[in-house]
Nanobody
Framework: QLQASGGGLVQAGGSLRLSCTAS????????LGWFRQAPGKERDFVAA????????RYADSVKGRSTISRDSAKNTVYLQMNSLKPEDTAVYYC????????????????WGQGTQVTVSS
């Protein structure tokens, strides 16, 4: 089970840190990712991190503004988002993949519920 939190309403240029806590599996050995879905659009990849936290991958749309990290002791993955833009408005989802070294942008079988991020202009 994956539980995301940390969304909210923020002004453009602001920051948010999303958290996703995993339970029920050995998620410390899983690759973890963040995705987002804006109204009327498909779900898009945002960022991924491997099981050790030594490799990361970002979508071009958030590169340089966001940082994915994980605390394996807490079974938690974070997404720090800075310099937020109105186009970052979406429901953000965390996901897990049982391929430890992966930083894939697809093929995640385990999903949490989303957390809403709204960026006002």
């Amino acid at each position: 089970q994956l539980q995301a939190s940390g969304g909210g309403l923020v002004q453009a240029g602001g920051s948010l840190r999303l958290s996703c806590t995993a339970s029920g599996r050995a998620f410390s050995l899983y690759a973890l990712g963040w995705f987002r879905q804006a109204p009327g659009k498909e779900r898009d990849f945002v960022a991924a991190i491997n099981w050790r936290g030594s490799s990361t991958r970002y979508a071009d749309s958030v590169k340089g503004r966001s940082t994915i990290s994980r605390d394996s002791a807490k079974n938690t993955v974070y997404l720090q988002m800075n310099s937020l833009k109105p186009e970052d408005t979406a429901v953000y989802y965390c996901a897990a993949r049982n391929v430890p070294r992966s930083i894939s942008n697809e093929e995640y079988p385990f999903w949490g519920q989303g957390t809403q991020v709204t960026v006002s202009s």
